[in-house]
């Protein structure tokens, strides 16, 4: 997706995340066939979404080579809920590894933070491509509004998955550089540019305070 495909498309060098995920998922993969891992109840119970995670993956760059841009809209926001509901289960795992935190933890948790902010540059990308572009002003406050359900969404996952930092990470960095990309790039707009950056703030001050809340709650108990 070029930088200046919609008003939601970040700069070039946001998908340089991408590597990250990537070596993510493939130490995941060595870690989890470990011997002493096979057994793991957290192997278990994530493996089936971790799996059906990377065959969406590879649907996804299949269809958008293919150009079958609605279909790709279908299957990332599948790839989304899949992430959501895999991140939901691993909050109910106690006292992970360090080892845990970093490969699986911090790796989905960056998949899905980037995945929730390319799911909505998709739909906009997905949108433009069927000839529906109202003009600047409109296109401009239809952008901001999809950029408030993303801090929307940075607030659940704050809540719902114990403030992961990884994800409110990712979805920080997407956001910055969909907002690089709207002061440096075509179509420059200033509004919209203003408003994922603040949006990335929202949300990584969401996981924050999240984690706050929950040393608080530890700290009493």
Known sequence: ????????????????IWSVIYLGLAAYTIWQW?????ARAVHRRIGYFAAASMVLNASWLLVTQQGWIW?????IVALALVLGVMLRVLASHREPSLTDRI?????????????AVATCANVT???????????????????????LVVAV????????????????????????????????DEPQTTLVSLAAAAVAVIVVASAVRQRSRAKRVSADV
């Open 103 to 115: 490969v699986i933890d911090g790796t989905f948790g960056l998949y899905l933070g980037w995945v």
């Open 34 to 38: 470990l011997p002493s891992q096979t």
């Open 153 to 184: 969404l940075g607030e659940v996952f704050a809540r719902q998955l114990g403030g992961r930092y990884a994800v409110a990470a990712a979805m920080a960095w997407g956001l910055a550089w969909i907002a690089i990309a709207r002061a440096t």
């Open 71 to 75: 279909v790709s809209v279908g299957v």
């Open 1 to 16: 997706m070029a930088a200046d495909a919609t008003r939601l498309a970040p700069a070039g060098p946001a998908f340089s």
């Open 125 to 147: 990308a997905a949108m433009v491509s069927s000839g529906i572009e109202p003009g600047a002003f409109v296109s401009d406050l239809a952008a901001v509004a999809v950029l």
